[in-house]
């Protein structure tokens, strides 16, 4: 196969983008099998997070910061969840490393065992009434450890993906990647809903809060096996080692294209801020504030969450019809909407308002998010593609989600939880800026993810 050139004789991103799929149709590659990994990967990895970040509500306050009021407890804990986002460019750095010297597999293997024995390691966490604050220290450790991990669990799936599909096709294709953050939530959350509504509190937070982390390995695992599956296929090895996938090195794509990681990470900030905000954040608030039972409060989240999966569906189909980028500007304003109704929905005191806010929250991050995989990899050369879309990836997560449960809950407890639309229009505001900065400078949307 003779790869399309430009005018030097170069091959062109457009050419690349058309001999990948040319692969596709000589049935070499299909992307219902890459979708399947992508799922796959994305749902283990959205799984460990949520396991942490709802034992960060229900069970590490009391277990590790017993000498904490609630509220001091539980923001201390919003601190620690935020870390993993703070250390996670710095794994997908050092994995681009091995990738380069010992290949994806290696680099794939390593992290994903790290992500899962950093969750399973949690399992067995001893109490600060036991060890004292070495509790605190471990409790730390493995939460970096799982930043670290899911940076070097990127593995270039979603971009193999987006430049495999028709090209009328782009947003279904986007979406399906961000399936796995509702799947990993369901799963989460129902199993903490089984023990926290058929445990007593004192068994609850003496064993059976530490079954989920148990679980994260097993699924981690599986998930292994289903991505080496692919990347280690004949294949896949040949596009992956094209100019459209290969890693390069971190300083050299600052330099070239350092404002489009920038211009990427500030796209999705909408959907990215309410992210947290409607999955971790509402439990905090009702276990806090309200006399609703966290167990009967997860169960509805469940609900939400799975409507959040099928507008998450639905996002594709809508951006494959009005356009990503204008479905993005809709959600972004939608969301600032959202955000001006909050002190009358969540703040109502009424538990009939705490379910609309989770409902209606859900919906708007399933439309939103749902695109934001196509957008963080905008305007990427093909050659920093793969790294590039990494890391636009860890900086949206770190300024849009990783400390939106911190953020939200102390900004309730100086302010009203009415405070939390400033941020949450704030998101809203970066997102329409930036979309018109892309438009006004006619930078293409790739479609890579």
């Known amino acids: 196969m003779v790869a ?27 992307p219902a099998e890459i979708a399947i990994g992508v799922v796959i990967g994305r749902a283990s990895e959205a799984f460990d997070f949520f396991v942490y970040g709802i034992a960060s509500i ?40 091995v990738d380069r010297r010992h290949g994806r597999g290696v680099k794939l293997t390593i992290a994903l065992f790290l992500l899962g024995g950093s969750t399973a390691a949690i399992a067995f966490l001893p109490g600060y009434e036991t060890i004292g604050h070495w509790s605190i220290a471990a409790l730390v450790l493995f939460r970096m450890g799982q930043g670290v991990a899911l940076g070097g669990a990127w593995d270039g799936l979603a971009s193999l993906l987006a430049l495999n599909v028709p090209e009328k096709k782009r947003g279904w294709y986007a979406m399906l990647p961000q399936l796995g953050g509702p799947i990993g939530f369901i799963v989460a959350s129902a199993l903490f809903a089984f023990f926290v509504l058929n445990l007593t509190p004192e068994d609850f937070l003496g064993w059976g809060w530490r079954y989920p982390f148990f679980v994260a390995f097993t699924i981690n695992v599986v998930a292994l096996f289903a991505r080496l599956r692919l990347i280690a296929t004949e294949e896949f090895v040949q596009l992956y080692e094209s100019r459209d996938l290969k890693p390069v090195k971190v ?24 992210f947290h905000l409607v999955t971790i954040f509402p439990l905090s608030y009702v276990n806090l504030y309200t006399d609703r039972l966290p167990g009967e409060f997860l169960v509805t989240q469940i609900g939400g969450a ?13 951006a494959d019809r009005i356009g990503r980028r204008v479905l993005l500007g809709i959600g972004a304003v939608a969301i600032a ?9 969540l703040g109502s005191g009424r538990s009939e308002g705490q379910t609309a806010f989770v409902y209606i929250g859900f919906a708007l991050l399933g439309f939103s ?35 939106a449960p911190f953020v939200a809950l102390g900004l309730t407890a100086l302010f009203g939880v009415g405070a939390i639309a400033f941020y949450l229009l704030s998101g809203a505001a970066c997102t329409l800026a930036a979309l018109a900065y892309n438009k006004r400078k006619g930078l293409k949307d790739t479609g890579a993810s």
């Open 4 to 30: 399309n050139t430009d005018t030097q004789g170069l091959p062109s991103s457009r050419g690349i983008e058309e001999d990948a799929r040319k692969a596709v149709s000589d049935g070499h590659v299909r």
């Open 58 to 97: 229900l069970v590490f306050p009391a277990l590790v910061f017993p000498f904490l009021d609630p509220l001091q407890g539980t923001l201390v804990c919003f601190a620690i969840f935020g870390l993993a986002f703070v250390v996670r460019p710095i794994g997908s750095i050092l994995f681009m490393e």
């Open 251 to 274: 300083m050299e794509l600052l330099r070239e294209q350092g404002s489009a990681i920038l211009l990427g990470a500030f796209v999705p900030l909408a959907g990215f801020a309410l």
């Open 306 to 318: 799975a409507l959040f999966l099928v507008c998450t569906i639905l996002s594709g189909v809508v």
């Open 337 to 345: 909407v959202f955000a001006i109704a909050i002190p009358f929905v």
């Open 369 to 403: 998010h749902g695109q934001a995989a196509g957008a963080t990899a905008s305007n990427f050369s093909s050659q920093n593609r793969y790294t590039g879309s990494a890391l636009t990836s860890d900086l949206a997560w770190l300024i849009g989600a990783g400390f």
